[in-house]
């Protein structure tokens, strides 16, 4: 196969190989399952985060409010379950969480395709107002104690071994929900009508609606899609760390984003691909959870991830800039 | 006549805000038959289009389609009955393949949940072999080049059993050779028993392809008759309402000293050896199709594009251009060939557009802008050039296209200039504006101005220049003068 060098995918798969190269040669035992599982179960949350946001980008929006939205989704679920006394299975509270995000979304959707607004404007505004609202009206104390149902989920392990030296490794059935999550959407996307009018959308709005697609529709398909992936992420979040933090997750929305544009999706709409958010995604777990390895202090993590950012969508745009030179 | 013609719109009036853009318009186009729809800019043409697509309803009046009445139509049943329009900027979709934008309505209309990929790309061949094209199916459409989008468009139309097809300005953004073609895909059409709404601004294709001529001017339909009983002059006369005489440009003092030389000229791979010169007063044309370097050397005379040799001299001193603020400083002004993402600021005011180029000349200590004396300055511009602006303060994207030309022009004038360079100056402006930036041309002339205009109209190099400059892969081929060449001749030039 031939390689292509204007495409982020490349870059983004060897900067994470390097990494990986890198950070064994300093210490010899990153290079292990017990790793490999930790990083995997770190990018469960993150992950299901990415594909929403990857949804987004493609159609051409942004959606910043999806941490915000994850948070009062998983805190109100928790909250909602102790209080009652219900003492539901988790996909109870996976159902309920997940119903929560979808009618955020749609309050993001009403904005959006009902009123005209620009995306960026209503996240940024339903962050801010859905977060207040969670830590005014909900409640801002931590639930260390959470229902019965999230904390047999944890529980749930899909895979577990112990290394030659003793360690134990295992990975939490949760993995699963995120590799439903990336082939369910890569469907969505790549095998469905409806995933065609988001990329066309994203290419060229006015065609879009020259030609009879429904914007407004699929744009509300779109936001609500996000919401119900932000409830998803938020419960399993706290069931994870049997910990109701309605502190959590919001801050994270910048990396998340950071993690697809790095995998080739453009803010500007249209192009954007599940293999490069899970590179993308790939890299930004590993530079959040590896860089103290290497001997760098975690206040620098920010800094190399802004600096990857710079280099990932800079350096194709300059060799595809390079290659338009060329051939004109 | 007795039978039925494909659409007929009888007596379809509409208005905006009070302004009636159409007025009783009555007419009908046959099946297979080549209508062309022609009017200047503003005169209801778009809305005539809108109404038949179903984006607009009319306020009275109604469409018959196949003998069945329709008071107004919607986009659906205007696509289900087989009308389909391809506008001006073809409504593609950059991000996706040539396959997947020509099955996508297609694809809409099927009604199904999931992506059939095998069915739309044999859709898509099927329909590109129709109209005897070859253009890769899994190509992405943004790589390809303008003459290729606009066929992907026409592809995309017949995908869905198009019976009528309307073409906005199909012509505008192609070269001669291209127009052909697509002149050769319209006839094919019409042989399929496809009819075609054609909606032109060149006058001469106008006369190859169409049965009927319908002209409309301020809304309303002021004559429908086969092309046959029509000429130019005719036409352009039906359109405006003026009569229009060829501007010969007036001569000039041949022995004057040079304004413009430039000597030996040359940029690897683009331009090679380009020597001429141009005296005051003179109007020199630069011909060649697509890619023989006459944008280059237009952009290299403007410091946008470095050169590796040669000189250029202006009133015998050499020029070093580093980029366009020196050429500006030298008074060269340059007016590119795409004016709206060139040229000008869309969003912003016709007045500004014209003051931003008179900044440096109206500042005043502290930086301070003497902004009366700049609105006065740029409002006495807007009245020598006639720009038809009902509102000085609107913004410039709500001007036709030949008033925007004006707004440009007015711009560069406004900074004094010695030389002009036009890229293009009517591309997309109509028969009316054509004739009055002709006439300014001729005017810059009389001033003493050296003016280059490059253009892919050959009448209009013919009628407004002295001498026409034929260039080839980066060189100059030919040298001729105006008045001892015609069309025709200068058409085997060029293709030679």
Not at chain 1, 5 to 34: K, Q, Y
Not at chain 2, 47 to 62: F, N, R
Not at chain 2, 81 to 89: E, L, M, N, P, Y
Not at chain 2, 233 to 249: K, N, P
Request: hydrophobic share 50%; charged share 15%.
């Amino acid at each position: 196969m031939k390689i292509d060098w204007t495409r982020n995918e490349t870059l983004v798969f060897l900067v994470v190989v390097a990494f990986c190269i890198l950070t064994t040669v300093v210490d010899p035992a990153f290079f292990s399952l017990p790793t490999l599982f930790d990083l995997l179960r770190n990018s469960i949350v993150t992950g299901i985060f990415a594909i929403g946001v990857l949804v987004v980008l493609v159609s051409g929006g942004i959606d910043v409010s999806f941490t915000a939205i994850a948070a009062f989704a998983m805190y109100s679920t928790t909250l909602a379950l102790k209080n009652l006394g219900l003492d539901v299975p988790w996909y109870g509270a996976f159902a309920l969480s997940i119903l929560i995000g979808t009618g955020l979304g749609l309050v993001n959707a009403i904005f959006i395709a009902g009123f005209r607004l620009p995306t960026l404007i209503v996240t940024l505004g339903t962050l801010s107002a859905v977060r207040g609202f969670l830590l005014t009206f909900v409640g801002s104390q931590l639930i260390s104690n959470v229902p019965p149902g999230m904390r047999e989920f944890s529980q749930l392990i899909l895979f577990r071994g112990t290394t030659a030296e003793g360690y134990f490794y295992s990975l939490p059935w949760a993995f699963a929900a995120l590799v439903l999550v990336v082939a369910g959407t890569w469907f969505l996307l790549y095998r469905t009508l409806l995933g065609r009018k988001i990329f066309a959308i994203g290419g060229s709005e006015e065609s879009a609606r020259r030609i009879g697609i429904g914007v407004r529709g699929v744009q509300v398909f779109i936001y609500a899609y996000v919401g119900a992936l932000s409830g998803l992420a938020g419960i399993i979040h706290a069931s994870l760390a049997r910990v109701a933090n309605p502190f959590d997750l919001v801050g994270l929305e910048l990396s998340v984003i950071a993690a697809v544009v790095l995998g080739g999706a453009r803010l500007t709409g249209g192009y954007g691909t599940i293999t490069g958010t899970l590179l993308g995604l790939a890299l930004i777990v590993l530079v959040s959870n590896s860089l103290i390895l290497l001997g760098i202090p975690s206040t620098w993590q920010s800094v190399v991830i802004g600096a990857l950012i710079l280099l990932g969508t800079g350096l194709p745009a300059f060799q595809a800039k390079r290659a338009a030179l060329r051939a004109g | 006549m007795t039978e039925t013609p494909f659409v007929r719109l009888d007596a379809v009036s509409k208005s905006f805000a009070g302004v009636q853009a159409l007025n009783g318009v009555s007419f009908s186009i046959a099946a297979g038959q080549a209508v062309c729809l022609a009017g200047e800019n503003g005169s209801g043409k778009s809305t005539l289009i809108k109404i038949l697509a179903g984006v607009e309803k009319p306020d009275s009046g109604h469409v018959a389609i196949n003998g069945e009445i329709f008071n107004a139509l919607n986009p659906r049943t205007s696509v289900a009955r087989g009308i389909q329009v391809i506008f001006q900027d073809f409504s593609l979709f950059p991000n996706l393949t040539v396959a997947e934008n020509i099955a996508f309505s297609a694809e809409l209309a099927s009604g199904d949940k999931l992506v059939k990929r095998a069915r739309a790309r044999a859709l898509a061949q099927s329909v590109l072999e129709r109209i005897a094209v070859d253009i890769p199916l899994d190509t992405r459409v943004e790589t390809l080049a303008v003459a290729d989008k606009q066929l992907v468009a026409i592809a995309r139309a017949l995908a869905l059993d198009a019976r009528l097809v309307i073409m906005d300005e199909p012509t505008t953004a192609l070269t001669e050779r291209e127009v052909q073609s697509l002149l050769a895909i319209i006839r094919r059409l019409k042989a399929a028993g496809v009819a075609v709404l054609f909606v032109s601004h060149k006058l001469a294709e106008i006369f190859e392809v169409c049965e009927k001529i319908v002209v409309i001017r301020n809304g309303a339909v002021v004559s429908d008759a086969p092309a046959a009983e029509f000429d130019i002059d005719s036409l352009a006369y039906q359109m405006t309402g003026r009569h229009f005489t060829g501007s010969v440009a007036a001569p000039f003092d041949a022995a004057a000293q040079p304004v413009l030389e430039v000597d030996g000229l040359g940029r690897d791979g683009t331009l090679h050896d380009i020597s001429f010169s141009l005296r005051p007063g003179e109007v020199l044309g630069i011909a060649g199709l697509l890619g023989s370097g006459r944008t280059e050397l237009a952009k290299a005379l403007f410091g946008l594009l470095p050169v590796d040799r040669g000189t250029i001299r202006l009133d015998g001193r050499p020029l070093a251009l580093r980029g366009p603020v020196d050429a500006v400083e030298a008074g060269i002004g340059y007016v590119p060939e795409d004016r709206l993402t060139e040229g000008l600021f869309l969003t912003q005011s016709i007045l500004r557009n014209i003051a931003i180029g008179r900044l440096d000349a109206f500042s005043r200590s502290l930086g301070r802008l003497d902004r009366s004396g700049l609105r006065a300055e740029a409002r006495d511009w807007l009245g020598r050039l006639k720009v038809a602006a009902p509102d000085p303060d609107a913004p410039v994207k709500s001007l036709s296209g030949g008033n925007q030309q004006r707004v440009v022009l007015a711009r560069w004038l406004a900074g004094n200039p010695r030389i002009l360079i036009l890229n293009g100056p009517t591309v997309g402006v109509d028969i009316g504006s054509k004739t009055d930036i002709h006439g300014i041309i001729a005017d810059l002339s009389a001033e003493k101005l050296g003016v280059i205009v490059i253009s892919d109209d050959l009448p209009e190099l013919i009628a407004c220049c002295h001498r026409i400059l034929i260039m080839k892969a980066g060189r100059i081929a030919q040298e001729t003068v105006s008045g001892e060449t015609s069309e025709r001749e200068l058409t085997m030039k060029l293709a030679s």
